[in-house]
């Protein structure tokens, strides 16, 4: 299986405040690149929508960004019964912009 990223992704465990329409929810980075993030969630959602999100970033501080899941995997945690990893690729960050 080969990989598709196109820039280097480093591993990253920050809280991210998340919004898809009228709900917000939280989650837990597991890495993060220029174009995207990976986290995981207990929270259900309609991964058809776009999200808006703000996560701490090393180096730029508080960054909002908004982006379309490219990736829903569901996995059972025993901690917290059903998680969700889910891969966003940014459409739109003021990282650029701090």
């Not at 569901?74 to 059903?82: L, M, P, T, W």
Request: aromatic share 8%; charged share 25%; with cysteine.
């Amino acid at each position: 299986m080969s990989d598709r990223r196109d820039l280097p992704r480093e591993a990253r465990v920050t809280p991210v405040l998340c919004r898809v329409g009228n709900d917000t929810f939280e989650a837990v980075t597991c890495n993060l690149s220029a174009h995207g993030v990976f986290f995981e969630t207990a929270w259900l959602f309609d991964s058809t929508q776009e999200i808006t999100m703000v996560l701490d970033v090393p180096g730029k501080g508080s960054v909002s960004a908004t982006g379309r899941p490219t990736r829903v995997v569901a996995h059972r945690s025993e901690a917290v019964g059903y998680q969700l990893g889910v891969a966003v690729h940014f459409v739109e960050s003021d990282a650029e912009e701090t």
